[in-house]
């Protein structure tokens, strides 16, 4: 299997709304990765846990909330988001470090619209 | 921040011609990456090249990488419709290879 999966396609939420967004992989990476990525830009790191701890956090707002609950799963929790907030959010994962040669696989995104 | 630039920004072209796009960036890397996105999906790796190649082949693609100018180019041979997407250059900012930041891509058409 050399798929990562993301669950939901599309999300509409409400600002004062909870929800999360769910990312599987099962190659045996144990490095995993959010990125976000407005129309037209490029993607914009996150997060990134490595062997399920967190690893790298891009001073994102604490609306949105990672958690790695093993190593296939990664969740992002979002609550009480803004409009601007609306984009494509990645998930990807890697192999563990082994130098700096690791190259990414992507899901196929969760597309979030915040009203 | 922003690594990585690419240019040109957007590039139309006919089937069978073939697409170059550039990529520079700011920092040293110990390698590059290139990646495809057809619209609104997820990333596809094509190739990586480490900073001690200067050049590298993978089917119709060739990557270029030039260190002392800070910049790599990616040449798609015989471009086909489905060659059609957004192409991103991709550094890692750490040694682990894991804190990526992309440039901001070249939109390629490819016309039948």
């Known amino acids: 299997d050399t798929e990562v999966t993301q669950t939901p396609k599309h999300l509409v939420m409400g600002m004062t709304n909870k929800k999360s967004l769910k990312c599987e992989q099962h190659?045996?990476?144990?490095?995993m990765y959010w990125y976000k990525q407005k129309a037209k830009k490029p993607p914009e790191l996150m997060f990134v846990?490595?062997?399920?701890?967190?690893?790298i956090n891009e001073s994102v707002p604490s609306r949105f909330s990672p958690e790695c609950p093993n190593s296939s799963l990664l969740n992002l929790h979002l609550h009480a988001l803004q409009p601007e907030d609306s984009a494509l959010y990645l998930c990807?994962?890697?192999?563990?470090?082994?130098?700096?040669?690791?190259?990414?696989?992507f899901g196929p995104g969760t597309r979030l619209t915040v009203l | 921040s922003q690594q990585g630039e690419e240019d040109p920004q957007a590039l139309s072209i006919q089937e069978g011609e073939n697409a170059t796009m550039n990529c520079s960036y700011k920092?040293?890397?110990?390698?590059l990456q290139w990646y495809r996105q057809n619209s609104g999906r997820g990333l596809v790796h094509l190739i990586l090249?480490?900073?001690?190649?200067r050049e590298k082949h993978s089917g119709r693609l060739r990557v270029t990488l030039d260190t002392s100018k800070k910049s790599s180019s990616l040449l798609i041979t015989a471009s086909r419709a489905a060659d059609t997407a957004s192409y991103f250059c991709?550094?890692?900012?750490?040694?682990?290879?894991?804190?990526?930041?992309f440039g901001p891509g070249t939109r390629l058409s490819v016309l039948p």
């Open positions: 090249i480490r900073s001690n190649e």
């Open positions: 190659m045996g990476h144990r490095a």
């Open positions: 846990y490595s062997y399920e701890k967190l690893s």
């Open positions: 991709a550094t890692a900012l750490d040694n682990y290879g894991q804190n990526f930041v």
């Open positions: 920092t040293s890397i110990n390698n």
């Open positions: 990807a994962s890697s192999q563990p470090p082994r130098g700096s040669y690791n190259e990414q696989f």
